[in-house]
Antibody, heavy 119, light 105 residues
Framework: EVQVVESGGGLVQPGGSLRLSCAAA????????MTWVRQAPGKGLEWVAN????????YYVDSVKGRVTISRDNVKNALYLHMSSLRGEDTAVYYC????????????WGQGTTVTVAS | SYELTQPPSVSVSPGETASITCSGD??????VCWYQRKPGQSPVLVIH???KRPSGIPERFSGSSSGNTATLTISGTQALDEADYFC????????FGGGTKLTVL
């Protein structure tokens, strides 16, 4: 079964750091661009970051640039999101998703992992 | 930054047709995807490239685009279609609409 499963969320203090993980299964992970999307409480979906097949191209939403790093390990079939200098506005459910293409969207989504930034 | 605008809510009676719009500048020049998200579940891609349905998505879901507006249409709406629906397009990056809560009354 094609699936992605996120982990690593939790409660963190403002200014703290967290690493989210996404385990992929059922498809050739190294062939696909991957994406992190988040949804803050009461808000809509927000794209966070993309990474290409081999990890050499990375793109971020302006609000996380310099604080967040997307990475991947194609041997472990894993996607990561390293977050630092966390703020209250980073509180959200973070989804890992497979990117089919810029015209074809995100076709496989995980269940999400919750990040809460609060003191 | 590029913005996509959706109505916050749409209501429809069972069996009727629901239309959810998504507006953006020069949207006709971009491809739009639509996602369904039910409470407690992850989003599901229901339409891509404006009009295409992924495998497994019921035929009652269709998409269209004209001018600055893309539309998701659900024909013969069922109670199980009650969900939040998000449009998405690419400008210089991936952009989502604010979402529309579809209520099936």
């Amino acid at each position: 079964e094609v699936q992605v499963v996120e982990s690593g969320g939790g409660l963190v203090q403002p200014g703290g750091s967290l690493r989210l993980s996404c385990a992929a299964a059922g498809f050739t992970f190294s062939n696909w661009w991957m994406t992190w999307v988040r949804q803050a409480p009461g808000k809509g979906l927000e794209w966070v970051a993309n990474i290409n097949h081999d990890g050499n191209e990375k793109y971020y939403v302006d609000s996380v640039k310099g604080r967040v790093t997307i990475s991947r390990d194609n041997v472990k079939n894993a996607l990561y999101l390293h977050m630092s200098s966390l703020r209250g506005e980073d509180t959200a459910v973070y989804y890992c998703a497979r990117l089919v293409g810029i015209w074809d969207g995100l076709d496989v989504w995980g269940q999400g992992t919750t990040v809460t930034v609060a003191s | 930054s590029y913005e996509l605008t959706q109505p916050p809510s749409v209501s429809v009676s069972p069996g009727e047709t629901a239309s959810i719009t998504c507006s953006g500048d020069k949207l006709e020049h971009k491809y739009v995807c639509w996602y369904q998200r039910k409470p407690g579940q992850s989003p599901v891609l229901v339409i891509h490239q404006d009009t295409k349905r992924p495998s497994g998505i019921p035929e009652r879901f269709s998409g269209s685009s004209s001018g600055n507006t893309a539309t998701l249409t659900i024909s013969g709406t069922q109670a199980l279609d009650e969900a939040d629906y998000f449009c998405q397009a690419w400008d210089s990056s991936m952009v989502f609409g604010g979402g529309t809560k579809l209520t099936v009354l």
